[in-house]
């Protein structure tokens, strides 16, 4: 009995904050997505007239769906296999590189998603920006390229930078690789395999939990990119970067159509459960758990 | 991969001729500190100092709030038999996986009706219910901590809030510190929660200040902008390559007990 009061007093922030800030907005803006409503007046009950709006109407919303699915396809995997790479030559190197060195090398990118840094970017890749002051004075192109305004380039300045920020998944590729017995490449030395081998025989199976860790949450990461697109591109050119999130801000915050942006964002939960599901479906064919340990 | 970020430190000492007349250098010609001085007076008449201090408040209470609550909830959720902690921690597991983005709208209906909008409470008060991932990464931590401790405390008569402060606690240590350095750093970085949330200029984070700052569509003060920009980058700099150790630890265990 004292341990259900204990238990409870604990973790009673945890059942007040969940169903205050998680259920109920979740119950109530899945209700929402059925009205019209703009925060000041009562919500109109109007059926499925937004789902409809979205799904047969709205390009834009088809546009904002592209341009997402876009970057969490190009972004998420060379994002991973960036930090792959970088974990695997600071793992290689670690006795030679005192810690300092190493931090000053990562730190850069996982300050990456700041403002700060977004602001930066949008400089760099601007008319009168670095890349093109770069291409111009020492590759002799004749024009400034518009990156952010051209619908060919704009979204992939944003890929750029997604890729720039590989420090937290390669920390988390770095301590999977430190848990990875010694003895087994020692072994596959003695025995001859090549490092290729070895990276795909031993490396990257055992490696694979948290292949798939990464892989989970950078997705859903992916699905939400907000600040970067604000910032840096607004959405345009011609919707070519209108990610999912920044089209629900405009609809809710802009145009105050709180249960229209309901209803996408209920679309988007869904996808993601569909992604995650897909992913942890296929997790049983590549993910390799050691006896003893499955779950 | 540093470069761009030499680039913009040595940009923000450039006179602003230099900065577009030699921009790829990283070492400015001439030292001058004209940006900063510059860009510290801000905007509408008020300087960073005041987005600072509010970046700052805005860490710190987020910060505290995630302290108390997900070391409580963590240690309820690993060391207590209750009925019902499976469930309860199932929906911490699943609410790590949920996008955050679906919760906005409601979010700011509730936090609107409750008048709280234009004060910093929606973004401060919702730290103190828990954070899934810190949640998370103070159970993986508590888990270090040999049980047979609480047993022999428990034999002792220590009671369950007793073992909380006395053992857990202090062994969670490192794990606070880690907690500190991911509070802060996210709050200081948030950029969403303030653009819904403070709308007032003088309520202004540094990130939001930063861009309105750097806003028009033709910016003339690049330095000005590149100065506070990197004002702003320092503190988590400093930080991170200070608790370089709880850091990646913290980054390293959230992931160690796969999903």
């Known amino acids: ?295 | 991969m540093v470069y761009p970020l030499l680039w913009l430190i040595g940009s923000s000492f450039k006179t602003h001729q230099e900065i577009f007349s030699n921009m790829t250098s990283l070492i400015p010609k001439k030292i001058t500190f004209e940006n900063y001085i510059e860009g510290w007076k801000g905007f509408g008449g008020i300087t960073f100092a005041t987005f600072f201090k509010n970046s700052f408040i805005l860490s710190t209470g987020v910060t505290i709030g995630v302290l108390i609550s997900s070391t409580m909830i963590a240690y309820g959720l690993s060391r207590i038999a209750f009925p019902g902690r499976n469930f309860w921690f199932t929906t911490i597991m699943l609410t790590l996986l949920l996008p955050g983005q679906v919760l906005i709208v409601p979010r700011y209906i509730l936090f609107y009706k409750l008048g709280w909008v234009n004060s910093f409470k929606p973004l401060i008060i919702p730290a103190f219910f828990g954070g899934p991932f810190f949640i998370f990464l103070m159970m993986q931590f508590i888990r270090g901590i040999p049980y047979e401790y609480d047993e022999a405390a428990s034999i002792d008569g220590a009671s369950k809030y007793q073992i909380f402060w006395y053992i857990i606690l202090p062994g969670l240590k490192p794990a606070i510190i880690t907690s500190i350095i991911f509070a802060f750093y996210w709050t200081w970085d948030d950029f969403m929660g303030p653009l819904l949330y403070l709308n007032k200029p003088e309520l202004y984070p540094v990130a939001l200040a930063l861009k309105a700052f750097a806003d028009p569509t033709t910016i003339t003060n690049w330095g000005a902008v590149f100065a506070m920009s990197v004002l702003s980058l320092v503190p988590i700099f400093f930080i991170f390559v200070f608790f370089q150790k709880y850091m990646e630890a913290g980054i390293a265990t959230t992931s160690v007990s796969k999903l």
């Open chain 1, 1 to 295: 009995m004292s341990n259900i009061i204990a238990g409870y007093f604990f973790i009673s922030p945890w059942i007040i904050g969940f169903l205050v800030f998680i259920l109920f907005p979740l119950v109530a803006s899945f209700l929402l997505s059925f009205t019209k409503y703009d925060v000041l007046g009562t919500p109109k009950f109007i059926g499925l007239e937004n789902w409809q709006r979205m799904f047969f109407e709205d390009r834009r919303f088809y546009n904002a769906l592209r341009a997402t699915f876009k970057y969490v396809v190009f972004a998420v995997p060379f994002r991973l296999l960036f930090a792959f790479i970088v974990a695997l030559v600071l793992n290689l190197v670690e006795h030679k590189i005192i810690r300092l060195y190493r931090a000053i090398y990562y730190v850069p990118s996982l300050v990456g998603g700041s403002v700060a840094v977004a602001v930066m970017w949008k400089q760099i890749f601007g008319m009168d920006g670095l890349v093109n002051y770069i291409l111009q004075n020492f590759f002799g192109f004749s024009e400034k390229i518009m990156w952010l305004g051209d619908p060919r380039f704009a979204i992939w300045t944003l890929i750029l930078l997604a890729m720039w920020q590989f420090g937290s998944p390669m920390l988390i590729f770095l301590a999977g690789l430190k848990q990875i017995p010694v003895e087994l490449y020692e072994a596959a030395s003695i025995d001859g395999a090549s490092f290729w081998r070895q990276l795909f025989k031993i490396t990257i199976p055992l490696l694979s939990p948290v292949i798939f860790f990464n892989l989970v949450m950078q997705t859903i990461g992916g699905f939400m990119v907000f600040t970067q697109a604000y910032i840096i591109t607004g959405g345009a050119p011609l919707d070519t970067t209108l990610f999912y999130a920044l089209y629900v801000y405009q609809k809710a915050f802009r145009d105050y159509d709180m249960g229209y942006a309901s209803a996408m964002a209920w679309f988007m939960l869904v996808i993601v459960a569909i992604v995650t599901f897909l992913l942890f479906r296929s997790s049983k064919k590549w993910v390799y758990y050691e006896a003893g340990e499955v779950k």
